[in-house]
């Protein structure tokens, strides 16, 4: 063989292992994509694959906690033989970089996430002899409507991720030293993806960024011409021909304009689900937490939406034992809860991240303390859950059926417009049938806590 000429792939097949967020899926979409087009066969067993790529992610102590374990998982599967090369990708990489090679001998290559959309590169030139294990660079790459791409998702459902990078600088937030800033594609790039999407049979996109409001700032700052805002590409997005379902996700509240609630109120695509995080409610913390936003415009936002969209789902998070978090402020959030009555509330307890503002604060919460107020937020909220949920007995509901229930193959399970895959409840149906990425209309006639029960109507 030629020196010049890349090594030839035959049959070679690659396990992927994705953690994190639905961002960090995407980027694991893309590079299985760009391997296939490149000969590779991407498998769903890592027992017996050549190629296991752990996509980490490094957002909070949990998470890094679940990558590491992961990694020495697939270590150990590579000292029984039964993998050959192991790769560690993403934001822990990212992150973490000259530290984690020395602490992870077992791993072959690492790829930053600056460098994952060369992944084919990459392996063949390890294939070829390259002695290179590490690579990294910031992370500038921005998808095209043309970048190879597989969807991991059942079928009719698809992650539209819109931007990268992150314009806010929260305290307790390591995203933009992983990410970077702020980088938006186009509105005409984002509409022919979800256009192919759409012809690949996907009726719902899930749309993903850092936060959907701040779309565009970085294009319009360059350009002041430039169309692209949030708005405008909701417009454009509620015209592609195929989809059902547009889902927002991370709508950050100092972004929530009324135009916004207005177009949302309008379509007939856009699901009236607000996925709004909103870390704290104390003004004090708040402002230690440099959120930018004040209780009193929180709960203007809160009442604008509800106003205009009564029926609105709207999800929340909230962070318990942020440095110099008093009693009071605690219960002052949760007062806050109980009355907003949200229909979904997740709940994170401070950790604290390397150079980050936060991390760096005096006045850390004892971790007994963080782990007493994380329960307290969530009985609160489950006992508004199990109410919520008991008030749709007897409604009929538009669902979208994703397929046998995870608990049991004697039923169907799905969602409605109201839960979003992977972080919120289900539909577990009991009566009927229907095929995957069906809609039907399902009357609902039991609740659980988080999930409801119904017959196909």
């Known amino acids: 063989m030629n020196k010049n000429q890349e090594p030839i792939v035959k049959n070679k097949s690659v396990h992927f292992v994705s953690l994190g967020c639905p961002k960090n899926l995407v980027d694991s979409e893309i590079m299985a994509g760009t391997l296939m087009k490149e000969g590779y066969q991407v498998v769903g067993d890592a027992d017996g694959a050549d190629t296991v790529i752990v996509n980490t992610c490094g957002f909070i102590e949990d998470s890094k906690k679940e ?32 530290d984690l090679v020395e602490g992870m001998p077992e791993a072959d290559l690492f790829v930053g996430s600056g460098e994952f959309q060369n992944i084919a590169k ?9 002695s290179q294990r590490t690579f990294y660079n910031l992370p500038t790459y921005l998808q095209e409507e043309s970048t190879p791409r597989v969807n ?93 379902w547009i889902r927002l996700m991370y709508l950050y509240p100092d972004g929530i304009t009324l135009d916004m609630i207005q177009l949302i109120k309008k379509s007939r695509k856009i699901v009236k689900y607000f996925d709004m995080p909103l870390q704290h409610i104390s003004d004090q913390v708040l402002k230690s937490m440099n959120r930018k936003m004040t209780r009193g415009e929180v709960e203007t936002a809160l009442e604008n939406i509800r106003s205009e969209i009564p029926e609105a789902v709207i999800r929340t998070q909230f ?19 109980a009355e907003q009555k949200f229909d979904r509330v997740g709940c994170f307890k401070y950790s604290p991240e390397e150079n980050t503002p936060a991390g760096k604060m005096l006045n850390q919460v004892d971790e007994d303390i963080k ?10 909220q489950q006992n508004i859950s ?31 417009a109201g839960q979003a ?10 009566d009927g049938t ?3 990425g069906e809609m039907v209309k399902v009357v609902i006639t039991d609740s659980m806590e988080y999930d409801l029960i119904g017959h196909i109507q």
């Open 434 to 436: 229907a095929e995957i």
């Open 152 to 244: 991991s998702q059942p079928g009719h459902r698809a992650y539209l991720k819109i931007a990268e990078g992150c314009l806010k600088r929260c305290a307790f937030c390591a995203i933009p030293l992983i990410r970077g800033n702020l980088q938006s594609r186009t509105i005409a790039n984002v509409v022919k993806e979800a256009e192919h999407l759409a012809s690949q049979g996907v009726k719902e996109l899930l749309i993903v960024s850092h936060d959907f409001t701040d779309y565009g700032w970085d294009l319009r700052k360059k350009n002041p011409q430039a169309k692209e805002s949030p708005i405008e590409l909701l417009r454009a997005l509620d015209q592609v021909e195929g989809i059902q």
């Open 319 to 337: 962070i318990v034992g942020f440095p110099g978090e008093t009693q009071e402020q605690f219960e002052e959030l949760l007062e806050f809860i």
């Open 421 to 430: 895959p992977d972080i919120d409840g289900v539909v577990l149906i009991n």
């Open 122 to 130: 990459i392996l063949k030139g390890h294939e070829g002899g390259a």
């Open 67 to 98: 990558s590491i374990q992961k990694i020495l998982e697939m270590g150990e599967l590579k000292k029984g033989g039964a993998v050959k090369k192991l790769v560690v990708a993403g934001c822990l990489t990212q992150r973490y970089k000259d």
């Open 371 to 380: 782990q007493q107020r994380f329960e307290a937020v969530m009985e609160v």
């Open 386 to 416: 199990r109410a919520k949920h008991k008030a749709f007995i007897g409604q009929t509901l538009d669902v979208i059926v994703e397929g046998p229930s995870e608990e049991t193959e004697l039923l169907l399970q799905g969602r409605f």
